[in-house]
């Protein structure tokens, strides 16, 4: 029998969905084997269609987007009610994503910035729309932090990626459609990385260079001082980026032996300065300007589920 | 299968038991998770207490103890010898509740963390696993490295002993800088006197192997297991049929100067570096030789009647095994072209102390007289400048050590050789630490009228047939100015250049100066931090020749204790690699101190387990978390920490 | 009832820990706030420890190593140096008081001066309060 599958798009931006179609014509083997019940992206799917649905109809859901409005939170919690597998698709799904930086920030300080202190947006009467209904539409209310899939529903699968790429995205469908929920390489981004026969005996940084600040060699972008995150982030892309001349920033997330990503590639980071006075080794780690969006670029909100501390007395 | 684990809390008398209520700790860990047993005794460590253990673990079938007391470094040696008279002694952990709980706390503060502390190492103890020593085989050969007096030394020290020693010189000759020293401060011998029978007995020695004119090109391997690769080079002659006649030599048209003579004198393309050169032989240098390639001269080989020289003769890789390795490339002197304000390089008159060195020497390029390069003439008026290049932030930080000594002798020689000469010494300070050293130097200054200034030389510039020497005399506070015939400069002592490419193939550190870094810089000052691997004589730092062959003993017996066993114990809490998980970013092989990590041909990381120390900066490091320790694992240590919170 | 901080340290085998263990040979009273786990080095501290004591609990953590230049390890307490520092930066971006991690070093005859910053930093936690870092139990 045919598998019922959902694919829903919460708080991101989009591409998801797009990297769904990028399997290309895989993506017909995939129709051979299930039909798609619900994608509000694609088809014509009314969320009254999903709740008149038995709990537990869906074989499988795919959630990808953050939880960032009070919408999303609710169709995550209805389609885990409806699904006997709820996946969380892509990094915002997973681990938060870029947009789970805004954690750093409170709703206050992201709304003054978005609407009130941002010149290009007028906005003379200062109108932040949060709980305004017209004609019986609400426009849902912007949670207080960024959450991931899981830390709103319970989640059987991931896949990983911004947005996953093909390899990773066929390996896993062909899993899940299998009834398999673990898949993936287990090592990291090294282990196929083109540049990978570049690294020296040793690598040791003597200052870090932000990736315009120095001509690419060809080489382990580490070994050049730049700040790859190749080593703590999961194989599968093949080395998409690195191959292209950027270094990874770490869109997979981590090794599954890894719980935190970002606290995992800071020690590594920090072991591999060379040898130097303090006060120097202090500027080379001060020329690192953001920690967390260096590390944290995809985690933040696994980092900070709640939003930035305060804690500064 | 679940431990049964024994908690024993001691009273130690009232230390532990006047602070802590043991009697409620021993009784309430008595139903912790895993906990089989638990009691207090007045003194586990005495006798009794010791049975109580041995029988409660007979009794009570215990698989693994806390024992509650004092600080591990007191007595867990103790008691891991008790507990491995019936299971393996790292099933036997201590927690401390003296040193850093009874003897710090109040009553109920301490007895709360008295829990916490016990509650942690049982959760240690129950990730422990049974631990084997990790034994090494050792092949108990010893690569020396050089074959100055430090190299030759340890190659004799390890040879006397028994043991085969391969000594690696680069050179046609073995002796090093030492056989190039005229006499040797402060006993005033001549140096190649003392050294040349030293020079034989290598070469007669039936323990040593004696590869001159090669080179160390390739190392692998660990600790008691290397594997060299030496490269020998063509000399072009054979060393056994060489009767050093110097028949050759005549009829060779090639003229060059001579290195061992720091270039002040010729030699021909066949030549002999010294006549007391060991191995005993001539060598064609390639180079400067008319008649290997093409084919034009042969005049050599005509001449000898030993038919000695064979221009045929190939480079060759001999490949050796052996269990450890003497670093003794010796010395350099800093480049003099680098002192600009000291006028090097333009001007004849103003030589290094090595070249001083060599016109001292009766074999020397003057045949011990001391002349005035440009001229030829006897310098009635000399300038010797201490730290050239040496305690000069500009050039080198550190203190050279040798130069204040044979700076001194220096000028003394050149006094006894010329009696109406004026001698000049510019100093900074006089370091003269040695046995007997001080004395020399107060002799030198009161006997033989030399004129020590105090102060740095700012120029040196030639006007006509002299030199002037401006500097300050910063005890007076006056200008000085010199007008000599000839200055001789203090250079500073650097490790060789070459020393850079064997640390390479050892992979151990090099600092400033081309110096090799020690283990510790004064509990291990001749081992490398890599184990087997151990250095003498100035590659490690700047000495003179009483510290250079102390140490070259220190390191040979460094080595027989090494080979004195057949096989190396160590500690077996190493590092493992998770193999399967690794993706081979190499972050571990980059943070080893000890070059235990290393990539093997699949590009994975491996842990050489007879090379790691255990300290774990590679697990903390790795940031795919496959790098566990043992007995240290990373779930152990988050177990504790959240037991104590 | 007053607040009372929970402070996980990591004390190196060879300096730090003796300097603890001296400090009790000492006889020198420091408060109780604090409880020590052993390590051989202090760079086998990895940061995921740091942060995981604060997610459970911990409302500071100290980190005691060899002066520079005497790791018994050789290197070991300058990756921990460059580790801390930049723990401490993640933890400001993160909006926690950096000074709830602290590092210092101690020999193993600084019985004196473990005892001292003991008190200090318990003193030090208790002014800050407790840490707001405690993880909520997961769904």
Redesign the interface.
């Known amino acids: 029998m045919k598998k019922k599958i959902a694919m829903y798009w919460g708080a991101g931006c989009g591409g998801c969905d797009v990297s769904l179609l990028g399997i290309h014509e895989k993506l017909l083997d995939v129709l051979e084997k299930a039909d798609i019940v619900f994608w509000p992206c694609a088809t014509d799917f009314k969320y009254e269609d999903l709740e008149k649905m038995e709990d537990g109809e869906i074989d499988i859901a795919f959630y990808n987007g953050a939880i960032r409005t009070e919408e999303n939170e609710k169709i995550a919690k209805l389609l885990r009610k409806k699904s006997k597998i709820l996946v969380a698709y892509g990094s915002c799904a997973t681990e938060g994503c870029v947009i789970g930086l805004a954690n ?1 920030y409170d709703r206050d300080e992201i709304f003054n910035a978005v609407y009130l202190d941002n010149e290009t947006t007028p906005n003379e009467k200062k109108i932040i729309p949060q709980g305004m209904e017209k004609e019986g539409i609400e426009l849902p209310e912007f949670l207080p932090s960024l959450k991931t899939l ?5 989640v059987d699968a991931a896949i990983p990626g911004c947005p996953p790429p093909s390899p990773v995205l066929e390996e896993a469908l062909n899993a899940l459609l299998e009834g398999r929920t673990e898949f993936g390489k ?6 196929e990385c083109p540049r ?2 570049t ?6 940084i003597e200052r870090f260079y932000r990736w315009h600040e120095k001509e690419d060699d060809g080489s ?1 972008f ?1 070994a050049q001082g730049m700040i790859c995150m ?3 982030t999961r ?1 599968g892309c093949g080395g998409e980026c690195t191959s292209a001349g950027i270094p990874c920033t770490g869109c997979m997330g981590p ?1 599954p ?4 990503q ?12 060379e ?1 130097m006075d ?1 006060e120097k ?2 500027a080379v ?1 001060e020329s ?1 300007k ?3 969006g260096t ?1 944290y670029k995809f985690s933040t909100a696994k ?4 939003g ?6 | 299968m679940a431990k049964r684990i024994g908690i024993f809390v001691c009273h130690c008398g009232i230390n532990i038991a006047g602070v802590v209520d043991v009697e409620r700790v021993a009784k309430e860990m008595a139903s912790y998770p895993g906990v089989a047993f638990s009691t207090t005794y007045q003194y586990m460590c005495s006798e009794p207490g010791q049975n109580l253990i041995r029988q409660k673990i007979e009794e009570e079938n215990l698989d693994a103890v806390v024992i509650a007391a004092c600080s591990p470094s007191m007595h867990e040696e103790t008691f891991r010898n008790v507990c491995g008279e019936y299971f393996n002694p790292h099933m036997c952990e201590m927690a401390n509740i003296r040193e850093q709980c009874s003897w710090v706390h109040d009553s109920e503060e301490a007895t709360e963390k008295a829990f916490k502390v016990l509650k942690a190492t049982v959760e240690k103890l129950r990730g422990n696993e049974d631990l084997e020593p990790i034994f090494v085989p050792v092949e108990k050969r010893c690569l020396v490295i050089g074959g100055g007096i430090a190299g030759i030394q340890a190659a004799l020290d390890i040879a006397d002993a028994g043991h085969e020693v391969i000594l690696v010189e680069k050179e046609p000759s073995i002796g090093g800088r030492m056989a190039q020293l005229s006499e040797t401060f402060p006993t005033l011998d001549c140096s190649q006197c003392i050294l040349t029978p030293k020079m034989v007995a290598v070469a007669r020695h039936p323990n040593i192997k004696l590869m001159a004119y090669s080179e160390v090109i390739d190392i692998s391997g660990y600790v008691g297991n290397f594997n060299v690769k030496i490269l020998k080079k063509p000399r072009y002659v054979d060393e056994d049929k060489c009767t050093v006649c110097g028949d050759c030599e005549d009829v060779c048209p090639a003229i060059v100067p001579n290195e061992f003579d720091m270039s002040k004198k010729a030699r021909k393309a066949i030549y002999i570096p010294f006549p007391q050169a060991v191995p005993s032989t001539y060598t064609i240098d390639r180079e400067a030789c008319l008649g290997l390639a093409p084919l034009a001269c042969a005049q050599c080989k005509e001449a000898c009647e030993a038919d000695a020289i064979n221009y045929d003769m190939q480079p060759e890789i001999v490949e050796e095994k052996v269990g450890a390795i003497i670093v003794a490339t010796g010395y350099d002197l800093y480049d003099k072209e680098r002192l600009v304000e000291y006028g090097y390089g333009e001007d004849d008159d103003i030589i290094t102390s090595l070249e001083f060195e060599r016109m001292l020497s009766a074999s020397g390029p003057t045949g011990g007289k001391i002349i005035k390069p440009s001229t030829g003439e006897e310098p009635k008026k000399v300038v010797f400048i201490q730290c050239a290049g040496s305690r000069d932030r500009k050039h080198m930080p550190y203190c050279s050590s040798i130069c204040c000594m044979y700076t001194a002798k220096h000028a003394m020689l050149y006094k006894h050789a010329v009696h109406d000469g004026e001698a000049y010494i510019f100093y900074i300070d006089i370091r003269a630490t040695g046995k007997d050293y001080e004395e020399f130097i107060a002799r030198v200054m009161e006997e033989e009228r030399i004129n020590y200034i105090r102060g740095k030389v700012a120029k040196i510039y030639r006007e006509g047939d002299k030199i002037v020497v401006w500097g300050v005399d910063t005890l007076t506070g006056k200008k000085v100015e010199i007008k000599a015939d000839m200055v001789v400069l203090a250079m500073a002592v650097i490790g060789r250049e070459e020393t850079r490419d064997i640390a390479k193939l050892l ?1 151990v550190a090099v600092g400033e100066g081309n110096f090799l870094k020690e283990s510790h810089p004064k509990l291990k000052p001749v081992e490398a931090l890599s184990r087997g691997i151990y250095f003498a004589g100035c590659a490690q730092g700047p000495k003179d020749i009483p510290a250079t062959v102390a140490q070259a003993s220190a390191a040979a017996s460094k080595v027989l204790a090494m080979f004195s066993r057949d096989k190396l114990e160590k500690d077996p809490m190493v590092a493992v690699v ?1 193999e ?8 571990c ?3 080893c101190p000890y070059g235990a990590m290393q ?1 093997q041909p699949n ?1 994975k990381a491996k842990c050489i387990e007879a090379l790691c120390e255990g300290c774990g ?1 590679c697990a ?7 790098i566990e320790m043992k007995n240290y694992s990373d779930s152990q240590i988050k177990r504790m920490v959240e037991v104590v919170i | 009832m007053s607040f009372e901080p929970k402070i996980v340290a990591f004390l190196c085998n060879w300096c730090a820990y003796a300097g603890a263990d001296m400090a009790g040979t000492s006889r020198l009273k420091y408060p109780g706030n604090m409880i020590a786990i052993r390590v051989m080095c202090s760079g086998r501290v ?3 420890f740091i ?1 995981e004591a604060f997610e459970k609990g911990a409302d500071g953590v100290f980190i005691g190593g060899c002066h ?1 230049g005497d790791c018994h390890y050789v ?1 070991g307490n ?2 921990t ?3 801390v ?3 401490k ?2 933890l400001e ?5 950096p000074r ?1 991690l602290r590092l210092e070093w101690v020999s193993a005859t600084e019985g004196q001066k473990f005892a001292r910053v003991v008190k200090e930093f318990v003193e030090e936690i208790r ?3 407790p ?3 405690k993880k ?1 139990e997961a ?1």
């Open positions: 750093l899981e830390q709103v529903v319970k287990e090592v990291a981004l090294c282990d990978k026969d690294k020296p005996d040793k690598i040791e382990c580490l190749g080593p703590a194989a090794v032996k890894v719980e935190n970002g606290i995992a590639m800071l020690s590594a980071i920090a072991s591999i300065i040898d303090e080794e202090r780690m690192i953001d920690m967390v590390f980092l900070l589920p709640y930035r501390f305060k804690d500064e007395s | 992979k998770d399967e998980h690794c993706s081979g970013c190499g972050i092989i980059s943070v990539r590009g900066t903390a490091a790795c940031p795919s978390n496959n | 990895d940061p995921e942060l520079p290197s300058y990756r140096r460059r580790r520092e930049m723990m930066r993640l971006e993160m909006g926690i008081n709830r002014q800050l309060g840490s707001p870092i909520e769904i």
